[in-house]
Structures are given as C-alpha cells and as structure tokens.
C-alpha cells in the first residue's frame, strides 16, 4: 500500500476538522474550525451548540481539506482511499455530525468508511515521524480521559491505570474557572503559571499506590486555599493566582510525570509517549525530559506536534489507515455505524 491518501473527520467534541493524510504518517491538509470561543461564553461546552455549529461547519471545513491537499471534489472519489472518522468517546450529538458526513460520502464515493477511537487517534498523532519501536508506555492526558498504556503494537494494549476521577485537563479547566480564568484552562494556566513561584502554596500532590490517578482532592484544595485566603482578608492578587497555578501545574505534572516514568521502567518500554491535549503542556514535557535523564533512559520520549495535540481530524486518519492496513477487508463493505460515547479503546481484531 504506497500513496493511500485517507480523509480524516473528527467532531468528537468542539472542534469541528476535517483532514487528508498520506500514508499514515505525511499530514496534506489538516483544517480546524474551533468553538472556543463560542463556549468561552458558557465557561465550558454545551453539546446543543457544539453539534449545531459542527452542522453549520462541517461540510466547508471539508472542502477546505481537500482543497488545501490538492484533491477537488470531482477527484476525490478516484484520489481518496478511504474515510475515517472518530467513532466515540464524545458528545453524542457531536459524534453524530461528524458519522452522518462520513456515512454519507463514503456511500456517495463508493469508498471505505474506517471508524477510529478518538483516543486512538490522539495516541497516532505521534507518528508523523518515524516508525516507533514497541513496547512503548504512552500516557494519555486530555480533557476527558486518563490513560497509562503499555503499547505492545498496532492494536495491542495493555492498560496499566487511568484517572479515578477527573481526568488531567478536566482537572485544569476546573482550577482555571476558580482562578476566574477563560475556557479551555489548560493554556491558561500554563501562560500564568510562567510569572508564579509554585513553593509559595505548596499543594498536596495526589498519588495513589498503582498506576491510577486522581485529580479531585488537588481541585478541592485549591477550592479551599481560595475561601481561606479570601476568609483571612487577603485580596487574591494576580500574583497570587500566578502562584497557585504554577503550584497546581506543578503538583499535576508531578505525578503524571512520575508515573509515566515508573511504568517505563517497569515494562522496559522502548519509547515513552504523551498523547491528547494536556500533551501541549510545556511543563510537563521538561519534567518527563528531567525525569528521563535522572533515570539515565536513552529511549526515545515523543509528544505530537503543537498542532496535533489538541484535537484534529489528521490524527483520525492516520490511526485510520493504521486499522485499514491491518485488515483492508473489515472496511470494505459500507454500513451503518453508530457513535459511542464511552466508547473504550479495545484490541484489534
Ligand atoms: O485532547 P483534547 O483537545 O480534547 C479531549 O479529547 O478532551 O484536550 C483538551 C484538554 C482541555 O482540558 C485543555 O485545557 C487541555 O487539553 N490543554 C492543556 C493545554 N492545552 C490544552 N492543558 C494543559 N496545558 C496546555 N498547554
Ligand atoms: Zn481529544
């Protein structure tokens, strides 16, 4: 299989993407249209809205893709392979734009319809360059999931541990509202957390016995912090919110960092990867780096590129193609699919 350009459609949540990759690997086009900022107004995501404004976005943000990766929409059945599209976890609604698009050309253009774990897909993004050397440990930390992986190969997972409660992003979109700061948190905090000291309000760092995590009791703490500075008089400056970021961001980067460590040490991975949004933070990825050669690991540590951390539909495609390479005649046949949104990340078969 040489030159199989795939159309990736990713509308899991808010952003609405719609991508060409060639050969799993060399990303054409990759178009975002994001709803940050008509969520900003609501502090966080309506799923009404979202899936009203995938409607509206969907099929231009398509065109654009193709258009940005030379095919025209009369070449596109003769120059595309196939489409993939994320099948779940997600919002229900927002799923469903995204499946009845890609349903609905795959039939029209009589081609493959592959169906990705968004996840999954966030896992591929690390593969624009080359090929990884398996077992690799990969922890996913994005706005609703959690996960310590042992990759053992394409389709093959071992789940080491995952969030108890709140997942690492969701714990940063939760602190950054009590911080009085914009939707998503995440970049937020990461922007204040640079001008504050994080020893100023040491914050308790949560570390369960395995390979779990939890989230909740940091979030509370800082929930607490805030109504007894507020209870003692203080006025909460910026600086001061300056330094309880940098001291939550701290603490989290803490503890993902440690346990991607020991799981790698543990399993004698041959890379260490970072997958989903939270993978954007700068902090977290020098911890890893400190932490990697304090262990004296000459592996390989991989995060995908600024623009692939977040969601798109490039990583959709490229986990697309993995799937369609290793059994071409599951896809070939076009049905029905219908969106899961607790959909969890299983072995191929
Ligand atoms: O993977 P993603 O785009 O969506 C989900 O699949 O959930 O992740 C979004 C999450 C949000 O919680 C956002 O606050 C977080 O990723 N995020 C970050 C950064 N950029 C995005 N968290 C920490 N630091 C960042 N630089
Ligand atoms: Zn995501």
């Given at each position: 299989m040489t030159s199989v350009l795939i159309l990736g459609i990713e509308t899991s949540c808010d952003e609405t993407s719609a991508a060409v990759v060639r050969d799993g690997r060399e990303v054409l086009s990759n178009v975002i249209s994001s709803q940050i900022e008509l969520h900003r107004k609501t502090g966080g995501v309506v799923p009404e809205v979202a899936a009203r404004e995938h409607a509206v976005k969907l099929f231009p943000v398509i065109d654009s893709a193709l258009k940005k990766a030379g095919i025209s929409r009369k070449s596109a059945p003769e120059k595309l392979y196939a489409i993939a599209v994320a099948k779940g976890p997600g919002l229900m609604t927002s799923l469903l734009m995204g499946m009845n698009a890609a349903t609905t050309l795959a039939l029209a253009w009589k081609l493959p319809l592959i169906p990705v774990n968004h996840i999954e897909g966030h896992i591929y993004a690390n593969f624009t360059e080359s090929s990884p050397k398996f077992p690799i440990v990969v922890?996913?930390?994005?706005?609703?999931?959690?996960?310590?992986?042992?990759?053992?190969?394409?389709?093959?997972?071992?789940?080491?541990?995952?969030?108890?409660?709140?997942?690492?992003?969701?714990a940063f979109d939760k602190v950054a509202r009590l911080l009085g700061l914009s939707y998503p948190g995440g970049p937020e905090i990461q922007k204040i957390a640079k001008h504050g000291d994080p020893t100023i309000f040491p914050l308790p760092i949560p570390y369960p016995q395995t390979f779990d995590f939890s989230f909740?009791?940091?979030?509370?703490?800082?929930?607490?912090?805030?109504?007894?500075?507020?209870?003692?008089?203080?006025?909460?400056?910026?600086q001061i919110r300056h330094d309880i970021a940098a001291s939550f961001q701290e603490s989290v980067c803490e503890v993902l960092s440690e346990k991607l460590i020991q799981a790698a040490k543990k399993f004698c991975a041959k890379e260490i990867h970072l997958a989903g949004g939270v993978s954007a933070n700068t902090r977290l990825r020098e911890i890893i780096l400190k932490k990697m050669q304090r262990e004296n690991f000459k592996i390989k540590f991989r995060c995908p590129p600024l623009s692939l951390c977040t969601d798109n539909a490039a990583m959709i495609a490229m986990a697309g193609y993995f799937q369609f390479k290793k059994n071409p005649r599951k896809y070939k046949k076009w049905r029905i699919i219908e969106p899961l949104p607790n959909l969890p990340i299983q072995n191929w078969r």
């Open positions: 922890l996913t930390v994005s706005g609703g999931h959690n996960e310590l992986i042992l990759w053992k190969g394409h389709g093959k997972y071992q789940f080491l541990g995952s969030t108890l409660d709140d997942a690492a992003g969701e909740s009791g940091i979030k509370t703490a800082v929930l607490y912090l805030l109504r007894d500075l507020e209870n003692a008089g203080k006025k909460i400056t910026p």
